[in-house]
T-cell receptor
Framework: NAGVTQTPKFQVLKTGQSMTLQCAQD?????MYWYRQDPGMGLRLIYY???????DKGEVPNGYNVSRLNKREFSLRLESAAPSQTSVYFC??????????????FGPGTRLTVT | AQSVTQLGSHVSVSEGALVLLRCNYS??????LFWYVQYPNQGLQLLLK??????LVKGINGFEAEFKKSETSFHLTKPSAHMSDAAEYFC????????????FGAGTRLTVKP
């Protein structure tokens, strides 16, 4: 049981390049999330997927796109990277439940630098 | 929209001393509150959560937090710090069951001195 896995762990891009960050979970969770973490700002939600086949914008979606490929996988794409997207990106998942919020399980993160 | 403020970006304590990390929230309705811990180069792990069942919440590793509605606070405490507690701690607030509106504080880095 690997939990939430993310690839790659590190990436350096030049301005204007594109890339896709991959995330997979093996816990049969319904909901998945992408966050970015910047110094002094905590984590901010980029996009989330409440269930397979659905995606919605979070707090900071501009410059990103996502795909919920199946129940296990949720990818984040940067079409044209900008230096402002230099950050650490975390994927998370949770088992949806209607009676109480459940904890989110986080991946180890992808450290992205855009030059 | 709800928000979280963590007072103090860095806290330093001696091993064996009390740990107190402060979190205040703003919300128009009773929120759900969380404390997460992040060790270096790792993702976040849940320490504890408040979901209105009890105001004093006990978590893992000896941590606990008390929800005080009158003070809009959810401070994290541990009676005796251990070297392994050195990490960054995040307070978070959500108004929904599915956490799609989760807001995190800026984080407090805890240093434990021998």
């Amino acid at each position: 049981n690997a939990g939430v896995t993310q690839t790659p762990k590190f990436q350096v891009l030049k301005t204007g390049q594109s890339m896709t960050l991959q995330c997979a979970q093996d816990m049969n969770h319904n909901s998945m999330y992408w966050y970015r973490q910047d110094p002094g700002m905590g984590l901010r939600l980029i996009y989330y997927s409440a269930s397979e086949g659905t995606t919605d914008k979070g707090e900071v979606p501009n410059g990103y796109n996502v795909s919920r490929l199946n129940k296990r996988e949720f990818s984040l794409r940067l079409e044209s990277a900008a230096p402002s997207q230099t950050s650490v990106y975390f994927c998370a998942s949770t088992r949806s439940k209607t009676s109480a919020p459940l904890e989110q399980y986080f991946g180890p993160g992808t450290r992205l630098t855009v030059t | 929209a709800q928000s979280v403020t963590q007072l103090g970006s860095h806290v330093s304590v001696s091993e064996g001393a009390l740990v107190l990390l402060r979190c205040n929230y703003s919300s128009s309705v009773p929120p759900y509150l969380f404390w997460y811990v992040q060790y270096p180069n790792q993702g976040l792990q849940l320490l504890l959560k408040y979901t209105s069942a009890a105001t004093l919440v006990k978590g893992i590793n000896g941590f606990e937090a008390e929800f005080k509605k009158s003070e809009t606070s959810f401070h994290l405490t541990k009676p005796s710090a251990h070297m392994s507690d050195a990490a960054e701690y995040f307070c978070a607030v959500s108004l929904s069951y599915n956490n799609n509106d989760m807001r995190f504080g800026a984080g407090t880095r805890l240093t434990v001195k021998p």
